[in-house]
């Protein structure tokens, strides 16, 4: 559904995909990111706890791709609340420029 830009239609897919237990951290972690960007997408409040446990967990962990992701999603929450200091504080990624 993500692919035919129908994010609130894979929200529900999303989160019943987390609840496999079969799942490796990375599939786990790359599942969190999408459902992150389609809370995102689709304007929804939770959107922004995730993103939070997100960037720490990513940052902590090195996953640098999705870490960068996890700030443009939180910069883009930011700037459809317009919190513009605050989706400022997000872009450029801090310590990388």
Known sequence: LVAQWDYSGSISYLKDYLEFQ????YQQLTG?????????????PEAGILLKELRQQTQSQRYWLFYGNTLELSA????????????????????FL
Request: charge should be positive; hydrophobic fraction near 40%; glycine fraction near 2%.
């Open 76 to 95: 883009q929450q930011a700037i459809q609340e317009r919190r513009w200091k605050e989706a400022e504080h997000f872009l450029p990624i801090p310590g």
């Open 32 to 44: 969190r990111v999408n459902l992150a960007a389609a809370l995102v997408h689709d304007r929804r």
């Open 22 to 25: 079969r799942l490796t951290p």
